[in-house]
């Protein structure tokens, strides 16, 4: 099992800041290891809401579907993924903090099946890829200024170069 655990700062207030984060298809504009994110469900975010996010899978692309498992308006979001490669576990809390809010990100994969005896050969490369997330992240809500609203619907814009189909994994 990989984990990895970001603390990062956001110029605008908690709930436009949670709005943006709990719309998980946003995670196409701020992690570069998203290939592409859309919402499944029409509506506001909230439990029992789902997300697919395209991600790159040596060889090949992966489709992952995300579900909101938990949702405190505003606050937290718990979010849930499984396919015959692996598990995903996202928790999001986004406090507020003098002059904006203070999010708090931690991650979890799990590989499944046979491919459980890898899961220590996991960690550095997932590190990696955690790490340039969370830079990505504080670099995403640096740039969005207080006010600007949320997104929370509909499908995030693939990021420049980056495919929007899946092409292989299951989801």
Known sequence: MARFHATVESCSPAAETFGYLAA???????DPGVLAGEQLDPGPVRAGSRFRLVVPFPGARMSLTYEVVSF?????????????????????????????????????VRLRGPLQVLDLLLRPGFRVVAERAAAGLADALSRRPPGRGTRTAAAAPP?????????GGTS
């Open 72 to 108: 405190v308006p505003d606050q937290e979001v718990l979010l849930h993924a499984a396919n015959a490669v692996l598990r995903s576990t996202d928790r999001i809390v986004v406090t507020g903090a003098a002059g904006g809010s203070t999010v708090r990100y931690d991650a979890e």
């Open 24 to 30: 998980f298809s946003n995670a196409a504009e701020w």
């Open 159 to 167: 990021r420049p170069g980056r495919a929007a189909k899946p092409a």
